[in-house]
């Protein structure tokens, strides 16, 4: 090699051995949180009250090798942890896997409505015996809620999402959702068989595919149904509808992988039809919206009754609850499930699943029964997945309002069935696949997210087309809030925050995110880092008042941006538009700079020398209240001042009988949105021509040397 290589090639190691130290730290996928990590304590059982335990005896399924490589998994939000503690098996032990009982026998509804129900829907399917295909019926009630009368309504059919690389999700997603890509298999669909009036009138004929949001004539996620009469306001209509699905290899949410099925999104479900005033509408009307790459889903609560039939060796996990034992019909069974103040009904089935429930409660958490549906590699783990289970539903009904169901279901899909992992339901959540025996936080971590949407998109019931953020943000800021209180992990703010490369504004349409990472950079840690400088700038009682105030007033509502900024006013008595209009409806982070030193000096007439010391700072995006900023000088002494940090640009001059040796802006990381903290340090001592930026320690070097190479 030649010497003028040898700098490149050195400066190359360099940061090739940074990327790997963040690969293997689970910084890959950006967009994810990451964390300082805690041992949580073996066997700890969870400080609040919990109850009977219907399955103690579950304990490892499977064996490890000792000398097998510890796995980092670093798909969606998996972190890099110290491995919990799990007890180790002998090789030679042989462990049997405990007699499971039947999930369920039969539970009653409550007839109180805590919702608006707009909908109702009667429903019975069938899996097929290869576990690939859906055969339903369904009678379906809306009410109208608005004031006119509707003469159309919208049909969500996402199933037809998988239909072909030219529908609107393949096209916009290339195939893949997170780290999950769609294999050859991977093609799905639903077929509308029958489409009656409550009379019997063939409606089918009048229901045509429709793409309002791109023209993709090939999309046909979205139907529209021209009535025979129009629905007038506060009265219903009935609706009979048969319908096939062929599932995909399971793939975005949704499929099977060998005898496990996951069925979410796979019934035709209707749109959202919103009064005036709802999420700030002047009009009321449709929100009807295709199936997008990024985009979730939006429905109107309602209530649901669903009979499953399917071989009677599978088990079965779903929204709601089991209404009576299992109806048997030789090799086959149906059950019957119950939700109500719902706005989706999901479930999942395997034979091989291994059944564990208690029953919880907690302040907030009137009687629970806690479901879990393990893989058998898991199997092991139950106590880890009850732990973090119980944990996030008294915090969340400590911290925001009371978890009103009495069912919650945690599913582990197998490995290879990652496609189904890490995904909230209405009263059903599922985790990441058991690919790893011995998983590190990201076991809890995943199960406190999901559950934290039970809150965010399960009662509060965002626009997830519209205003992904609500849901995403505000559960990844719940989320960090349990793991820090139950578990001891902390969030690294300052590393989240320089993957910020790409602000965007948070309320804006899923879809016009420039890519799914763009997408959930934004929606998940930029809304979470956006949530906290509320609450860095409010204080924490505030910011607690804000979050079960917002909670209390719009769960069952369908709020928007809107509403959550007028609660943050109501609260702290103060305006923030100006903060929301930066972060929240603008692309701004609050990059502050040291921007120069100078240092003169001066022999005094006594023969002493003075030092005038210039430092410039500078705000390079959007203000955030005021910065500290400390200085420090070569004889030890310290300053430290306030910059209000509505100016561009502002200069501190100091006489000292020492020379400034360092400035530092922000030195404690108060400012979250910061998200080039390399530039908020700078020392004063070197020569103007090789003057540079050093940071405090190696991490702010890391975070700038990670932004530089992933961006």
């Known amino acids: 090699m030649t010497p003028r290589h040898v700098k490149g090639i050195a400066v190359a190691l360099l940061l090739a051995a940074v990327f790997s130290v963040t690969l293997s730290q689970g910084f890959g996928d950006a967009w994810k949180s990451q964390y300082t990590y805690a041992f949580s304590p073996v066997n700890d059982p969870v400080a609040i009250g919990s109850s009977s335990t219907a399955d103690d005896a579950a304990g490892p399924a499977q064996t490890s090798e000792p000398d097998a490589a510890a796995h980092v998994d670093t798909k969606n939000r998996a972190d890099s942890a110290p491995q919990a503690p799990t007890r180790s098996i002998p090789n030679n032990s042989i462990v049997k896997t405990p007699v499971q009982p039947e999930p369920d026998t039969g539970m009653s509804p409550n007839n109180q409505a805590l919702s608006k129900r707009v909908t109702e829907y009667h429903i019975d399917v069938k899996l097929d015996e290869t576990g690939r295909s859906l055969k339903g019926n369904l009678a379906v009630t809306w009410t109208n809620p608005g004031r006119k009368p509707v003469s159309e309504l919208y049909w969500h059919l996402y199933p037809n999402a998988f239909q072909s690389p030219d529908s609107t999700f393949m096209r916009e997603s290339g ?58 306001p506060n009265k219903s209509v009935t609706l009979k509808v048969g319908f096939t699905v062929k599932l995909p290899e399971v793939f975005a949410r949704m499929g099977y992988s060998g005898k496990f099925i996951m069925a979410g999104q796979w019934f035709p479900k209707l749109a959202v039809y919103e009064p005036a005033g709802t999420r700030g509408r002047v009009a009321e009307g449709w929100n009807a919206h295709q199936y997008h790459g990024n985009s979730e889903f939006y429905s109107d609560f309602g209530i649901y009754s669903v009979n499953i039939t399917l071989p009677a060796r599978y088990k079965v996990a779903a929204t709601g609850f089991q209404t009576k034992p299992a109806k048997m019909n030789g090799d086959w069974k149906t059950l019957t499930f119950y939700a109500d103040d719902v706005h989706d009904f999901a479930w999942s089935a395997s034979p091989d699943f291994v059944y564990a429930e208690e029953s919880f409660s907690a302040t907030g958490v009137p009687g629970v029964r806690i479901k879990l549906y393990l893989d058998p590699l898991h199997a092991g783990l139950k106590d880890r997945y009850m732990h973090a289970a119980k944990s996030a539903l008294a915090k969340y009904a400590q911290w925001y309002g009371e978890y009103p169901y009495s069912t919650l279901s945690v599913v582990v899909p197998p490995k290879g069935a990652n496609g189904a992992g890490g995904m909230e339901y209405p009263t059903l959540v599922t985790s990441f696949a058991a690919e790893d025996d011995n998983p590190g936080y990201s076991l809890e971590r995943t199960v406190v997210h999901e559950i934290g949407h039970q809150y965010w998109y399960g009662m509060v019931a965002s626009n997830e087309f519209e205003e992904a953020w609500l849901d995403e943000g505000f559960t990844s800021y719940a989320e960090d809030k349990v ?26 349409l899923s879809w016009s995110y420039q890519s799914h990472d763009h997408y959930a950079e934004n929606v998940y840690m930029r809304a979470k880092l956006v949530l906290v400088g509320i609450e860095k700038l409010a204080g924490d009682k505030a910011m607690q008042k804000i979050m079960r105030t917002y909670f209390q007033k719009y769960k069952f509502k369908h709020p928007s941006t809107a ?33 120069s030193i100078t240092v003169d000096s001066a022999k005094l007439d006594d023969g002493s020398i003075s030092y005038e010391s210039v430092v410039k700072v500078r705000r390079l995006g959007g203000s955030f209240g005021p910065v500290p900023v400390q200085f420090r000088f070569a004889d030890g002494t310290t300053v430290s001042r306030n910059w209000d940090g509505s100016e561009a640009s502002s200069l501190f001059r100091f006489k000292h009988s020492s020379p400034l040796d360092w400035a530092s802006i922000d030195p404690q990381h108060t400012n979250v949105l910061d998200n080039k903290q390399i530039n908020n340090y700078m020392k004063a001592e070197l020569p103007e021509r090789t003057r540079t930026r050093w940071s405090l320690g190696a991490a702010k070097l890391i975070e700038g040397l990670i932004g530089a190479l992933g961006w």
């Open 563 to 595: 509403d959550f900024e007028r609660i943050v006013e109501q609260v702290t008595k103060t305006k923030w538009s100006d903060y929301f209009r930066q972060y929240v409806y603008g692309d701004k982070m609050a990059d502050f700079s040291i921007e």
């Open 175 to 232: 195939g893949q959702l997170r780290e999950d890509h769609a294999t050859a298999n991977s093609l799905g669909s639903m077929a509308i068989t029958s489409l009656l009036t409550e009379q019997g009138e063939n409606l089918l004929p009048r229901l045509h595919y429709v793409q309002p949001d791109d023209g993709n004539a090939k999309d046909q996620t979205l139907a529209k149904l021209r009535l025979q009469k129009p629905v007038e």
């Open 483 to 508: 793991m820090e209180t139950e578990y001891g992990v902390l969030p690294n703010l300052a590393i989240e925050s320089s993957y910020m490369t790409d602000p965007a504004p948070l309320k804006q």
